[in-house]
């Protein structure tokens, strides 16, 4: 049994993602298939989309699903027909890293999440005159409206939750909030900066509240995003432009430095202001993606003073463990997804690709019908 959805086709780098119809083949018996909700648009998409990461077109992206379970393969236990699922990235479940609950660093993570086929090289996609369409785009390919996903990566949401938007725990929230909660582990009374306030940082900054960190600082040139920040539970945002050195500004208001700091923009420059922000002993997680290679200098007399730069994929978490907690969280009040978020009809998915880029939402969530 074959079925038609609605996806954004991405069939050119740099180009416009277009709505076409794709089918969707007959499951196999480890797959599960969703009925798509919501997806976010998270930074990974828009840096394939520009080619920034290898994925072979055409190819529809989109890893930040969540909907309701509308069919399930024989083999596949623990979900069924209805349940409410947010999808998180593939991984292989058996290697030595996803055994000791490292799943983010699956020796399998890059062809099971980049490499646009099932791990057979099969499409789960194909066009209307029946040529493949790559998806699997980390393990989900969420800008369709239906999806081929696996138990590897489906989690069931707990009750309470609003599925249209939950789709950003699958990445861009989870990386945030397990990099704090799961990789830092702030002691009660500790102190953090958090540099550049996008989804992920403010993720970070509500996660640092859960932590019960005392001194929570956001960083970023938006001011637009400043409010929002102290409203999550920042006890002080600055902006970079508007200070000489940030770093310095950090360990005079902290007298001496921050215990720890979530650097959310990958650049040179943000990695150094947020390591001399530190205090000794520091740790700094860096969590910016870019594009290919990206090499950074650093102080060594940092890391001879005791400092700590680590960098993290997911949050390090394992979304079957991670992802119900964050949802917890939110459902308790702790984690207010909503106050993130923009939504988006899946029509107008140019409009929010606009305003993702343009800095004009934190979440910028695509809705289906």
């Not at 730069?309 to 979304?319: C, F, M, N, R, S």
């Not at 119900?324 to 978020?341: H, S, Y």
Request: proline share 7%; net charge neutral; charged share 20%.
């Amino acid at each position: 049994m074959t079925r038609v959805a609605r996806a954004a086709v991405l069939r050119e780098h740099g180009a416009p993602l277009r709505i076409e119809s794709v089918v969707v083949p007959e499951l196999r018996p480890d797959e599960i298939l969703v009925r798509i909700r919501g997806v976010g648009i998270c930074h990974t998409d828009l840096t394939a989309a520009a080619g920034g990461v290898p994925i072979p077109l055409p190819a529809v992206l989109g890893h930040e699903g969540s909907g309701v379970v509308a069919e399930v393969g024989s083999s596949v236990v623990g979900l069924r027909v209805g349940d409410s699922v947010v999808i998180g990235f593939d991984s292989c479940r058996t290697c030595r890293n996803c055994r000791r609950g490292r799943p983010a660093y699956c020796t399998r993570f890059a062809p099971l999440n980049y490499s646009g086929t099932r791990p057979d090289g099969t499409s789960v996609f194909h066009d209307g005159s029946g040529k493949p369409v790559h998806g699997n785009w980390f393990g989900q390919s969420s800008f369709s409206s239906l999806v081929v996903a696996t138990d590897r990566n489906v989690v069931r949401l707990p009750e309470g939750v609003p599925v249209e938007l939950a789709g950003p725990l699958g990445c861009g929230l989870a990386t945030g909030a397990g990099t704090v909660l799961r990789v830092l582990r702030p002691e009660p009374g500790s102190s953090i900066a958090v540099f550049g306030l996008g989804a992920v940082g403010m993720a970070a900054i509500m996660a640092a509240k859960i932590a019960r960190c005392d001194t929570i600082i956001g960083i970023d040139p938006n001011p637009r995003r400043h409010a929002l920040a102290l409203d999550l539970g920042a006890t002080e945002v600055v902006s970079p432009d508007g200070v000489d050195e940030i770093g310095r500004h950090v360990r005079r208001a902290t007298g001496g430095g921050v215990d720890y700091a979530v650097e959310s923009v990958g650049s040179e420059a943000v990695i150094r202001q947020a390591m001399s922000s530190l205090t000794s002993p520091g740790v700094c997680a860096t969590l910016g993606l870019r594009g290919g290679r990206n090499p950074i200098t650093i102080d060594q007399t940092h890391l001879l003073s005791g400092r700590t730069l680590t960098g993290v994929i997911e949050g390090d978490a394992d979304p079957h463990i991670f992802l119900p907690e964050l949802a917890a969280f939110w459902r308790d009040g702790r984690f207010p997804v909503e106050k993130i978020t923009s939504t988006f009809p899946f029509e107008k998915l140019d409009d929010a690709f606009t305003a993702v880029t343009a800095g004009e939402v934190v979440k910028a969530v695509l809705t289906f019908d």
